[in-house]
Every structure is written in C-alpha cells, then in structure tokens.
C-alpha cells in the first residue's frame, strides 16, 4: 500500500493540524469540563452506565463538544454518525435516520451528532422528534447559541441541556504542557509571553493549540517577549455577534454593571462592544434607558 502511496507522490499519512493530533482518545482526557464529565458528572455516569439520553452541548467554541460527542458514543457502545446543520439538508436527514433505524434491527444503537443544530430551521428540528420519540437515534446537538433561543420547545424537552464551560487558565496550561510533550519541546516564550497566549486564546482550546504550533514551527532560537509574541500571531479578532448572543450578554453587563455602581466595570463592557463594532446609536439609546 505504501508503494502506491509513493508512485503517486503522495504520504500514507498527510500532516495533520496539531489540534487533530492531540484530540482526546478517552473522556478522561477532556479538560476543563469537570462538572460535566468528572466522576460525579452526568454525562460520565451516562456512558459508564452505557446508556445514553439525547442531549444539546451547548458552549463556545473549542470546548470539545465534537469530542465529547465522539467520545461518548465510543465509550457507550454506540454507533457514531455526524451531521452539520451548515452542509446538509432534508436528504441528508432522510438518510441518516434510515441507516439508525437498519443499525436498530441489528441491534445497534446510534448516536446521532447534529454540529450547529441551531442553524436547522423549525421545521428541520420537528422532523428530529419522532426519530427521538422511537429511539431510533439518541440525538446529540452541539451549538454556541442559547438553545432557548434557538431550538423548539418540542425537541428541548425530549432533550437534555448541558452547559460547557469556557476553558479557564488551568485548563489551558494542561493542553499547553501536552502539546509540549507531544512536540518533546518547550515552546519559545519568555513566562510572561506564555501567560499572554493563554490569555489571547480566550478559553478556545483549539485556537491556543493552533498559536502553539504557528510557535512551534518557527523553531526559535530564543524564548520570545510579549511584544515579539505579539508580532508573530498579531490579536484575535473579538467574538461579537452583533444580532445575536454575545451582542445581548454584553449590553446585559452593562446595565448591570450601571446599576451596580461599578465604573470600571461599566466602561469595560463598553470598550468591548465599541472595539467589536457596535452601533454607537444604539449604545446610547440603551444608556438612556439605563
């Protein structure tokens, strides 16, 4: 096989982003969601007792909702299959629950991951609920938006919500000591230049993975300062939707941190919603109101 790989001019095994390389090959390796997956947490005592309910992953990105999927239908005995509410439609649907409902006569179970399931529209989501209903799938939905927002109150209620944490500074540290053991190299940074990418980063631990190996790859020969760090990977764009969650978050700690009396806090909120690219009318129509 590796003969035809090289007449061809290809590698059997193409490189892959460090992030791919170091995704979790068991929940336990999942950090910086232990309310979720310690040995209390819900979602560890479903696949211990391999028997899973279906459930919405609802978490920024990079906090291993498509891991914890993957891992889950692994460590319970399920069959995995995976749908993107971005790329696929009422055919792919169609599909997907006739293939679960063959597994189901063999007896198979299927876990059924719906990424960005909020992107379905009304419609969509109510064709899930029969599928669900029979147990022909146990569906799991991975989404950043507010599923009370987004989803049917049809399909929540046969659903569990559960909440992934944003990854703190710990958590962050753990995949940065990983990704070292991984590369056998300490990355190029100066104590207070690797405190700043763990800040930059912003709790997403697949965009710090992706930093450490931009890092990884200029091989340099000295630990590098902040303000080279800075150089090097430029600033992150701030996450802000402008209609959606993150837009009424914001304008919420504001009121609040008005009403608390709290000035630092008041002109933080603001900077942050002007340096995203707020409206500034409607800045000052929700400060008239407050």
Known sequence: ?????????????????????????????????????????????????????????????????????????????????????????????????????????????????????????????????????????????????NPSFELNGALLSRCQVYVLKRLDEAALEALLAKAEAHEERSLPLEPEARAALVALADGDGRYLLTLSETLFNIASAKPLTTKELGQILQKRSPAYDKDREEHYNLISALHKSIRGSDPDAALYWLARMLHGGEDPLFIARRLIRA
């Open 1 to 145: 096989m590796a003969d035809l790989f090289e007449a061809a001019g290809l590698t059997p095994q193409q490189p892959s982003p460090l992030a791919d390389r170091l995704r979790p090959q068991k929940l336990d390796e999942v950090v910086g969601q232990e309310h979720l997956l310690g040995p209390e947490g819900p979602i560890r005592r479903m696949a211990e007792a391999r028997r899973l309910s279906s459930m919405i992953l609802w978490g920024p990105p990079g906090t291993g909702k498509t891991t914890i999927a993957r891992l889950l239908a692994k460590e319970a005995g399920y069959e995995f299959q995976q749908l993107s509410a971005v790329f696929s439609g009422v055919a792919d649907l169609k599909k997907a629950f006739e293939l679960a409902r063959t597994r189901r006569l063999a007896g198979q179970a299927t876990l059924l991951f719906v990424d960005e399931i909020h992107r379905f529209n009304r419609a969509q989501q109510d064709g899930f609920l029969p599928f669900v209903e029979e147990g022909i799938v146990t569906l799991v939905g991975a989404t950043t938006e």
